[in-house]
């Protein structure tokens, strides 16, 4: 018996550490912007919905193999990324109130691009495949869509470890996110830095989005839950910590699987969300922000 | 030359306008409220759309065509409460359908009674809509939808050990505590997942393999959160026969499953597979227009705005609501579920219909 929870829990564990690494790229775009420009994107579910969208065309239209339309969604939300920086952040971010006016723009600007998505193809959903098949360790199972998840999510964040901490315009975003001020007096290109962080930022997520239709279906609603969840990670990993927000949407995704063990999916996500609350109070720049 | 121009203009523009006119005055005003911008509300929409083109391509009713004006409600009493104004208020209609939603249902049918209108709430299947003297249902109720699965039961599997997993919302606690209770201890888990909120049906599925149940009932209302749940049930190993409640198998739903739903069983008062006159002719033209087969949201929105075509005949006046509702509590009609009357404003049914997925291409056949 005692055995068989072992593998209840840890099947529930493999199942929640896909998901999570998944919302860790969705939540990603949101925590890098925040770490640049300090303002929070809400047009963000958007840029996600429109990476799976573009994937599910790449497919539909192109003929393409689900791993390579993976680059097309990172590279219709980048670009949809830079469209969302020139036309709704840019022109009131270095306003009075300007922070605040960002959550509002970004957000007109995301209900317009989910208008247009159901104004062109309608609110119905569409069957998106993935990587076929499942993977079978003994007891424990994994589909490979989830395997591969997992993968993409690693590699993925590898390579922004890379990006951030050895190449010159890792040290241009760090020297931004610490003081611009001083990032532009000692002669970086801050609009530049900026305008890239939104592409790369807005690519992330685009990826993720094209990774988490197959687990469910292509919807222009996906981008809705999708930033809710991603919000509240960044919130209580605390806004701007890259390496917090991967670790707290990994720990997300496991404690609502393996909490869904004892209570439904409700009351798991209820919980979740109290013991979010108790890290505000605790530490109001959460969990891994500095305090 | 420009006085000329001008003139014409003036006088094309004024033509146009008259012939607007008259065209709204003959027309015959039916307000749709749904939440169209969702797949449901979009098939619902389909539906009535059809059966407003197919009777006006008939001559209309009484010689006026008929004019839909659609508002989407969002789901929201709030939204509905003012669509409902608008269309009595501004577009001056006084017959509605819709009702996607229960709680949506109930808040228009007060805005309904106030204005004298009558309207057809279709999916919705809350009792107390019923309970408004011009408020008609014409969804199964719940007793059917229980005793769908009780007949599905007894007949193929008696001693079934059945897991349930619904929405958390109205619809699918009701259904579900309704199931809980008529199976007792054959249910050997039940579950609920967030409406539209969750797309990871992983961790449930892992809970419903470790009870080991030999069917899945499965209550929703978003389909596209329904094929994610078949499909994680299959993904996790689990080979008990899948059993969507009443109105949860369409071919949208396999479409979006696939394979998943072959050998799929569910049960209800209407499937496309009907081979009554008025069946035929409905389903042909629908996959004629819309190139795929109806689905029972699109069968529902189709049938109400038939039977407000026909009230409205029987009637004699498109502005006598009380005759209107008179007619549709006294008559009896031919639709493509069969023949229909109103029992207390309860539209009667044939009871259930046995239905199986047979093939991925979504074929349902009555068994």
């Known amino acids: 018996m005692q055995w068989k929870i072992r593998m209840l829990l840890a099947q529930q564990i493999v199942n929640g550490l896909s998901i999570g690494l998944n919302y860790a790229l969705i939540a990603l775009g949101l925590t890098l912007v925040f770490g640049v420009l300090h303002v929070i994107n809400f047009g963000h579910g958007q840029v996600v919905m429109i990476g799976a969208l573009a994937a599910l065309y790449a497919a539909e239209l192109l003929n ?10 990172a590279a219709a939300a980048g670009l949809l990324g830079v469209v969302l920086h020139l036309a709704a952040v840019r022109p009131v971010v270095r306003r009075r109130d300007g922070h605040q006016d960002v959550l509002l723009t970004t957000f007109a600007a995301g209900l317009l691009i ?9 609110p119905a959903p569409a069957r998106f495949d993935g990587i076929p098949g499942v993977l079978h360790v003994g007891p424990l199972m994994l589909t490979n869509q989830r395997l591969f998840i997992i993968i993409v999510a690693g590699l993925t964040l590898l390579a922004l470890l890379y990006l951030i901490r050895m190449t010159r315009f890792g040290n241009e975003l760090r020297a931004l996110a ?9 002669g970086i290109d801050t609009g530049k830095v900026i305008l890239v962080t939104f592409a790369m930022s807005a690519a992330i997520g685009g990826l993720g989005g094209a990774l988490l239709a197959p687990l469910s279906a292509f919807s222009p609603n996906i981008g809705q839950g999708a930033l809710m969840t991603a919000f509240v990670i960044v919130v209580a990993a605390g806004l701007g910590s890259v390496w917090g927000t991967v670790a707290f949407a990994a720990l997300y995704g496991i404690l609502e699987s393996v909490l869904s063990l004892t209570f439904d999916q409700g009351m798991a996500s209820a919980t979740v969300s109290g013991l979010m609350l108790l890290i505000l109070i605790a530490r109001p720049n959460g969990l891994f922000g500095k305090a | 030359m420009k006085t000329f121009i001008k003139k014409t203009l003036a006088a094309t523009v004024a033509a146009l306008a008259l012939s607007g006119a008259a065209q709204a005055q003959d027309a ?8 169209i911008k969702t797949i449901g509300g979009e098939e619902f929409q389909r539906g009535a759309d059809l059966a407003a083109e197919m009777i006006n391509e008939a001559g209309g009713v009484g010689g006026s065509p008929i004019e839909l004006i659609a508002y989407d409600d969002g789901y929201e009493p709030a939204q509905a409460v003012s669509a409902g104004r608008r269309l009595f208020s501004e577009d001056g209609v006084k017959l509605i359908v819709g009702g996607y939603n229960s709680a949506v249902a109930v808040a228009l049918l007060q805005v309904v009674q106030q204005n004298q209108g009558v309207m057809i709430a279709a999916p919705a299947i809350h009792p107390d809509i019923t309970k408004y003297e011009r408020g008609f249902r014409t969804n199964f109720t719940l007793a059917q939808n229980v005793l769908a699965l009780r007949q599905f039961v007894d007949a193929v599997d008696p001693e079934a050990r059945i897991a349930i997993i619904a929405e958390n919302g109205d619809y699918g606690r009701l259904v579900s505590g309704l199931l809980e209770k008529e199976f007792g201890d054959q249910v050997v888990e039940s579950d609920l997942y967030e409406i539209m909120a969750q797309t990871d049906f992983s961790s449930i599925a892992t809970r419903i393999k470790e009870q080991n149940p030999t069917l899945v009932a499965g209550v929703w209302g978003a389909t596209e959160q329904g094929a994610a749940m ?20 369409t071919p949208q739903l396999i479409g979006l499953a696939s394979d998943t739903m072959e050998g ?3 049960a209800d008062i209407w499937d496309a ?15 004629a227009k819309f190139g795929e087969t109806p689905g029972k949201l699109s069968f529902l929105g189709y049938e109400a705005v038939d039977l407000m075509a026909h009230a409205v005949t029987v009637a004699g006046s498109a502005d006598d609501t009380d005759a209107i509702a008179a007619a549709l509590r006294d008559g009896e009609f031919e639709t493509p579920r069969g023949t229909l009357d109103f029992v207390d404003n309860q539209a009667t049914a044939n009871g259930n219909r046995l239905v199986e997925v047979v093939n991925v291409n979504g074929t349902i056949q009555a068994r």
Do not use: C
Request: net charge negative.
């Open chain 1, 64 to 73: 393409l193999p689900y791993v390579l339309t993976l680059p097309v969604a």
């Open chain 2, 273 to 287: 597979s009907l081979q009554n006159d008025a069946n035929v002719a409905f389903v042909e033209a629908f996959k």
């Open chain 1, 178 to 186: 610490e003081n611009e001020f001083a990032a532009r007096a000692v």
């Open chain 1, 114 to 122: 989910h208008e247009a998505v159901l104004a062109s193809r309608g």
């Open chain 2, 264 to 266: 799929a069983y569910s």
């Open chain 2, 230 to 249: 078949m499909r994680a049930i299959r993904e996790a190993g689990i080979d008990a026969t899948l059993f969507p409640m009443p109105g949860n198998l």
């Open chain 2, 28 to 35: 015959l005003k039916i307000g749709l409220v749904a939440p």
